[in-house]
């Protein structure tokens, strides 16, 4: 079922999505060569809890999987989401998704965003600046009287026009009173296709987009998805509110 928020639901929602927006901002600051992703991790740990929120992620469980320990997932170049913090160092030409969830008075705030480490090459930013606009271009369609799929349709023709992947497995989600709302928002589809969209509904967008392939898999962590083809992948994610008819993004500072 899609739940159709109201006033005081969204005043919630919108704070938990504050906070991740501010978190996302500290991590882009200090995702540098060297940084390890666990020290990443307790920055936005640190945040979250000075803002008086929790760590979306830090125990969440899924299917038979075990509780994320992480407060953020980090993922590096072929490492397309869910990745573990841990004691790895970022190295030069490296790219990293960075992803944040904030619960607050009872409602989350979800995004992602992926920063290039020291200089990277053409391909890898290429892949990043595809899937960034393919973020803005999918957001675009998110209005009243649009469908799901419309999304969807947006973020494939445009990714897939420059030669990408999009990843089929993962797909967007609603958020705001639980972390995964219907409805699900795959990456590619057909227009007109889909629930209808309507006012009051807040949306996770996020396109997974890889620079091989677009088969993924587990890695022996249980957790962190990988490309089959072992090429980078990139990744980006807004919370978004339908209001007045058009999409109003929630997850900027």
Known sequence: MILIKTKNEIDHIRESCKIVAEVLQILKKNAAEGVTTIELDKLAEDHILSRGGKPAFKGYRQYNTPPFPGSICASIDDEVVHGIPGQRKLKNGQI??????????????????????GEINEDKAELMKATEESLYIGIEQAVAGNRVHDISNAVQVHCESRGFSIVRDLSGH????????????????????????????????????????????VAYDGWTIVTKDGKPSAHFEHTILINDNKPEILTVC
């Not at 009872?106 to 920063?115: C, E, I, M, P």
């Open 174 to 217: 609603g958020v705001g009173k639980h972390l995964h709302e219907d409805p699900s928002i795959p990456n590619f589809g057909k227009k007109g296709t889909g629930a209808r969209l309507k006012n009051g509904m807040t949306l996770a967008i996020e396109p997974m987009v890889n620079l091989g392939k677009y088969e993924v898999k």
């Open 96 to 117: 990293i998704s960075l992803d944040v969830g904030v619960l607050k008075n009872g409602f989350y705030g979800d995004a992602a965003l992926t920063v290039a480490i």
